[in-house]
C-alpha cells in the first residue's frame, strides 16, 4: 500500500504559521475524505479538522479561524494551514484518509493513518 505521508512539520513562535501537506495514492484519495489528527505529550489524540471530496469542511474548536484545510484533487494533496499558532498547539500532527464521506473526529473512521509531523509552537 501506498502511505500516507506528512511534511511541513517544524519549529515556530506564538502568532506564527505553517503549512502541513499530506499525499497518498490516487486509490486512497480519490472520493474520501482527509483530515489530520494531533497528540500532545501525555495527552489523547484529538481531531484538529477534516474535508470531504466535494471540500466540505470540519473544525476543532480550538483551531476554528486560526486552521485552514484544504485539498488539490489533481495532486493527491491535502493541506493544513495553520495560522495564528499557540504553545498549546504543540503536538505531533496526523494525516488521516480513507474514511469514505464521513467528515468529523471519529478515530475508527479513518483507515489510513501517516507517521505524523511534529509542530512546536514556542518562543
Known amino acids: 500500500q501506498v502511505p500516507v505521508v506528512e511534511s511541513g512539520g517544524g519549529s515556530v513562535q506564538p502568532g506564527g504559521s505553517l503549512r502541513l501537506s499530506c499525499t497518498t495514492s490516487?486509490?486512497?484519495?480519490?472520493?474520501?475524505?482527509v483530515g489530520w489528527f494531533r497528540q500532545a505529550p501525555g495527552k489523547e489524540r484529538e481531531f484538529v479538522a477534516a474535508i470531504s471530496w466535494g471540500a466540505n469542511t470540519r473544525y476543532a474548536d480550538s483551531v476554528k479561524g486560526r486552521f485552514t484545510i484544504s485539498r488539490d484533487n489533481a495532486k493527491n494533496t491535502g493541506y493544513l494551514q495553520m495560522d495564528s499558532l499557540k504553545p498549546e498547539d504543540t503536538a505531533v500532527y496526523y494525516c488521516?484518509?480513507?474514511?469514505?464521506?464521513?467528515?468529523?473526529?471519529?478515530?475508527?473512521?479513518?483507515?489510513?493513518w501517516g507517521q505524523g509531523t511534529q509542530v512546536t509552537v514556542s518562543s
Open positions: 488521516v484518509a480513507d474514511a469514505g464521506g464521513y467528515v468529523g473526529p471519529a478515530r475508527y473512521h479513518y483507515e489510513r
Open positions: 490516487r486509490r486512497t484519495f480519490s472520493r474520501n475524505a
